[in-house]
């Protein structure tokens, strides 16, 4: 099945943007259904953005207009820009792929936004 390794994380200030990548191993890739998770400390994991196979988009209320999500199908890669970050946005950044009954996760990566 599909692996994924997501890059991009690190420590940022308030206000700066962040943008993570996600590598997927399979060129089946066209055929999930992406995302994008986080997971802060004490919390559950939470979807943060999705992105269908016919390109579509969805967010919660808590990043839209802040994080895009896309998706480069020839190179079977996902991003996800993050603008404006503030603290609230601290924590491990999943990768999600699903697939009918596939569902993957990613290794995780950790954003952090402190001044």
């Known amino acids: ?47 943060v953005a999705r992105v269908g196979t016919d390109g579509i988009t969805n967010y919660p209320d808590s990043v839209k207009g802040r994080f895009t999500i896309s998706r480069d199908n020839f190179d079977n890669t996902l991003y996800l820009r993050m603008d404006n970050l503030n603290p609230g946005d601290t924590a491990v950044y999943y990768c999600n792929a699903k697939w009918g009954q596939i569902d993957v996760w990613g290794q995780g990566t950790q954003v952090t936004v402190s001044s």
């Open 1 to 47: 099945q599909v692996q994924l390794v997501e890059s991009g994380g690190g420590l940022v200030q308030p206000g700066e943007s962040l943008t993570l990548s996600c590598k997927a191993s399979k060129n089946s890739f066209t055929f999930y259904t992406m995302g994008w998770y986080r997971q802060a400390p004490g919390h559950g994991r939470e979807l």
